[in-house]
């Protein structure tokens, strides 16, 4: 082995020295001096990279491990939190949500609060009332159509009156809850609103021809009241 | 099963968490920054551990994911260059030349591309082959730069000399 071999391979690791090197060094002043002045600066090394540690080190990291929910992971869980929100929307499973509207906010002359006041101080005739085929025409006639089963139980109220015209009054039952639907064939309008007036709130919905007022005791029954219809 | 790995984790733990926050402290230098790091480190660790086949290999794995998370959460470029090696000086400077040199301003004054891999070897322990590994480079590339870095030493070494 050459001494520049040997220097160079004393470069690389002053440590594992092979049979050659060995040989040659022990022949070799030059490179024996090499050898050790490189182990040397491989022991001030290994004592200067002897930094103190903090106290605890080891604790604080075995007590912060469980802590792995890190933005990357709450953005993965928001994303796929929205993308199954949006899927379960499309499908139809869930409605956006709704926030009840005051009544100062849409007038004391909207359906809605109409339809509250007529249901809450029982204003319907009763003409008719129980003709489960005239129920049938007056659903047409918005195009609509009640689903069947879930032990939902409909039957006709009788005609009222709104400002917006003749309307339908249809009772709702379910084993846990009560709406009235007041069906408004005069009265289109743009999208869904929900009022709250007199401890009752009113759902209106667009239909084909008019619109129909879901009134019940709560939001949510409303809407699932208002679930029981489709377009016919 | 769990229990064993986590208590398996635990003595990894306690077994590497100083050695690798003095290597992390080298890589940044700056000593909150070498803690986040060990805590990064072992965090990843962690949510690894699991899968991780072979334990024999955890040291390494740590070395890798430590030096990874530095590069990116922290690393910041810098200037690498230094002179080729110069194999006729060598024998121009003596062992007592070093007792007196302040090996950790020299280290820290080392370009990163060269103070890692003898970190790696001298405080870590490691062979040529795993250097290789852990920082992704081939064997003949780690040792130019682990022969470089010893050059470098002993050039700084020597320019305080000079100016003394």
Partial sequence: MSCLDCRRQLLISPRDLSRDQRAHIASCSGCARLAATLLDVDRHIA????????????????LARPRRFGWRHAGIAALALAVLGAIVMLSGL????????????????????????????????????????KMKDSLHALGLELKQGGGVHAYYGGKCHLRAGDCDLIVLDTPDARASVVLVPD???????????????????????????VVADSPKVARRMQRLFRRG | MFSGKRAEFEAL??????????????????????????????ARAW???????????????????????????YERKRLDIVDDQDLDALETVSTAD???????QALEALPPCYREPLLLQVVGGFTCDEIAKIMNLTP???????SRARLALRKASGGKEASA
Avoid: C
């Fill in chain 2, 140 to 146: 003949g590339a780690t040792m130019t730069r682990l």
């Fill in chain 2, 98 to 104: 070093f007792a007196d040199l302040e090996v950790r």
């Fill in chain 1, 187 to 213: 009265s289109p309008v743009a999208e869904r609103v929900l009022v709250t007036d007199r401890h009752k709130v009113a759902l209106v919905t667009p239909a084909k021809a008019g619109s129909y007022v």
């Fill in chain 1, 47 to 62: 004592d200067a990279a002897l930094v103190p540690v903090p106290d605890g080190l080891a604790h604080r990291v075995l």
């Fill in chain 1, 94 to 133: 869930l409605d956006p949500p709704m926030f009840p509207t005051p009544v100062q906010a849409v007038g004391p002359n909207h359906p809605a609060v109409e339809a509250i006041s007529l249901v809450v101080d029982d204003r319907a005739e009763l003409k008719e009332s129980g003709n489960a085929s």
């Fill in chain 2, 47 to 73: 949510s690894g551990w699991m899968r991780l086949r072979d334990v024999k290999a955890a040291k390494k794995w740590l070395y890798t994911i430590l030096r990874r998370e530095n590069a990116r959460l």
């Fill in chain 2, 13 to 42: 733990v306690h077994s590497y968490s100083a050695e690798l926050y003095r290597y992390a402290y080298y890589l940044s230098r700056d000593r909150l920054t070498a803690e986040d790091l060990v805590q990064e480190t072992f």
